[in-house]
């Protein structure tokens, strides 16, 4: 009998649920999320602002712990995991805002992952200028500063350093929000690729829409709920 292969995700939300507290109030950012994600796919979370996506994400992240039920890394908790190193080897997040280092070098940018994680400079180095290259930056960029090159150089830079870091999760917040609309696509495009060429999940929390028709699976947030999103299907 042929063995039968099942493939484990990679991230799991378990029932978790987030709730903010503080004198004053109490409110149920996210609530009994439950969903199952995947290497090797490209995963968009829309919603709108206050629905929950961007607590979701820093769950997601390792940034907090669940209220309630559990985020699963390969089969372990993060509540039992140790979460600096969590952050470190495991998931990493790309910003809107990019948060390049503006007085380091976009290449001392990409290395700086790399040297936490105990590389040499020089091996740091090796490593960065491959990733600079992997997003399709010209070797021209590794002596500039941030303030140097555009919005969209400087995302590649982001996304770059993210995959420096070595962690086979991309956590994306909003990463064309201070493009504009061919940059953006581009960068969905890249997204894309490192999930389907490199085996990456790529987890893309967005207002935007564009995303709809690229994604593997769009789920939305509201009030606190993540579901699948159903796309209508075009008429005949």
Known sequence: ??????TEPILKLDNVSYQYSNKYQSVDAVKEVNAEFYEGKMVAIIGKSGSGKSTLLSLMAGLTL???GQVIYRGTPTDEVNLDAYRRQNVTVVYQSFNLFPLMTCLE?????????????KEAAVIAREKIARVNLPDSVHKRFPNMISGGEKQRVAIARALASGAKVILADEPTGNLDVTNGENIIDLLWHLAHDDNYLVIVVTHDLGILGVADEVMQMSDGYLMPMVLEAAPN
């Open 1 to 6: 009998m042929d063995q039968i292969s099942f």
């Open 66 to 68: 669940p209220t309630d």
């Open 109 to 121: 940018n990409v290395c700086f992952p790399l040297e936490l994680l105990g590389k040499s400079p």
